[in-house]
């Protein structure tokens, strides 16, 4: 299935959750929070194809 | 060391296309050191009572204080000044919101005026104390150094005196989890013992409380997601290369695959310091406290200078 995190394509087995979306775009799972439509979900929440992701950084600041 | 995500998720089978907070209602964070999953109504209500225990526990606060809260605009001062407005509806305790002001042009003239937005409709009293005013000089002014160097201690000193200047009795400070960790983490890097002890008291001191000092940073960025709280989530100019970062990145990369490393890291500290009190003196230039002859602000200043 392909899904998009921050406008990026990913391609991914079905039954994938957000964990895998994050490692496979090399993202740190501790580093943001992911939203779909603009809804927080949390990180074990599997995918569907065709979502559209967001990232919310976590870090901030100085 | 716990055990890491992906194992949780084979072992539990928790990969589902929804999950459920134990209220009932759709969650949106798992809590991966715990496998356990929150809405955002049961998050928030457990900020909330961590930020009131930390306070009680370590009687951080009592009837009557003057509470000064050092607020940049960013979401961890924005969460602490909320709460402690919050709380100073059950507690008679008085609260007074300051900002410090490096001058840095398209970063801190940004948060400052989310901050002045917030305080309008909230009626804190607020006031703002520049490094332009206080040192004679503004980090855009810095050429040729490691600005976080200066800023830390400029900020460290300032915050002092402008608590002392609002006749604060406790200095509040939005330190998360995170930044504790961090700290630690680059002490133990830098093999400063003289940090991790408990902090020492002097009359020039006001007493600085960390009432965030328990919670994660991700739950406070939660926290001001589902609550609506105004901040500002642009990063310092000139953070790109300092230790804290590197820091941030390495307990992160473990906290991802040994969940629980961050609250691991602070019970080590507490170990370690339980009786150990540090000393200080007064600097012999500005009379502020020090731990050495002169301070590190005036020893920053006069190579400045010179």
Same mark, same amino acid.
């Given at each position: ?22 490692? +496979? ?5 501790? +580093? ?13 929440? *599997?995918?569907?194809?065709?979502? *559209? ?10 | $060391? ?19 907070? %134990? ?19 049961? #998050? ?5 009572? &961590? ?26 001062? $924005?969460?602490?000044?909320? #709460? $402690? ?8 305790? %008085? ?47 810095? %050429? ?14 300032? !915050? &002092? ?46 007493? =600085?409380?960390? @009432?965030?000092?328990?919670? !994660? ?26 230790? =804290? =970062? ?5 307990? &992160? ?5 040994? @969940? ?15 009786? &150990?009190?540090? %000393? ?27």
């Amino acid at each position: 299935m392909k899904i998009a995190i921050d406008g990026k394509p990913i391609e991914l087995n079905d039954g994938s959750d957000v964990f895998d979306v994050l490692e +496979a775009a090399k993202i740190n799972s501790e +580093a943001v929070l992911v939203k779909r439509k603009n809804r927080l979900i949390p990180h074990d929440e *599997q995918v569907k194809d065709g979502d *559209q992701l967001e990232t919310v950084t976590v870090i901030s600041g100085g | $060391m716990g055990k890491t995500p992906r194992q949780i998720n084979k072992e539990q089978n928790t990969r589902a296309t929804s999950h459920a907070c %134990k209220c009932g209602r759709e969650a949106i964070y798992l809590r991966v050191q715990e496998g356990a999953h929150y809405c955002g109504r049961c #998050l928030s209500g457990q900020i909330e009572r &961590n930020f009131e225990k930390t306070i009680s526990k370590e009687k951080m606060i009592k009837k009557g204080d003057v509470v000064a809260v050092g607020v940049s605009g960013g979401k961890d001062s $924005m969460v602490l000044l909320y #709460l $402690m407005q919050k709380l100073s509806k059950k507690v008679p305790i %008085k609260v007074v919101a300051i900002t410090i002001d490096e001058g840095i042009k398209g970063y801190r003239d940004r948060s400052i005026r989310v901050v002045k937005d917030f305080i309008n409709k909230t009626g804190i009293e607020h006031q703002t104390f520049s490094y332009k005013d206080e040192f004679d000089i503004s980090i855009d002014d810095l %050429k040729d150094v490691k600005h976080c160097t200066y800023c830390g201690v400029f900020r460290r000193t300032l !915050l &002092n005196k402008a608590a002392r200047a609002v006749h604060a009795d406790k200095l509040a400070v939005g330190h998360n989890l995170d930044d504790e960790a961090q700290s630690i983490l680059m002490n133990v890097m830098r093999g400063d013992i003289k940090r991790m002890k408990n902090p020492a008291k002097d009359e020039k001191f006001v007493e =600085r409380i960390k @009432p965030l000092k328990n919670i !994660l940073e991700k739950e406070l960025v939660i926290y001001v997601i589902v609550n609506s709280i105004p901040y500002f989530d642009g990063e310092c100019p000139n953070s790109y290369n300092n230790v =804290r =970062r590197d820091a941030q990145r390495m307990i &992160n990369e473990f906290e991802s695959k040994y @969940p629980g490393t961050k609250s691991q890291i602070i019970r080590f500290k507490r170990g370690i310091i339980s009786s &150990n009190q540090g %000393k200080i003196s007064h600097c012999i230039k500005c009379g502020e406290p020090a731990s050495h002859e002169i301070c590190k602000a005036c020893e920053l200043l006069a190579g400045l200078k010179q």
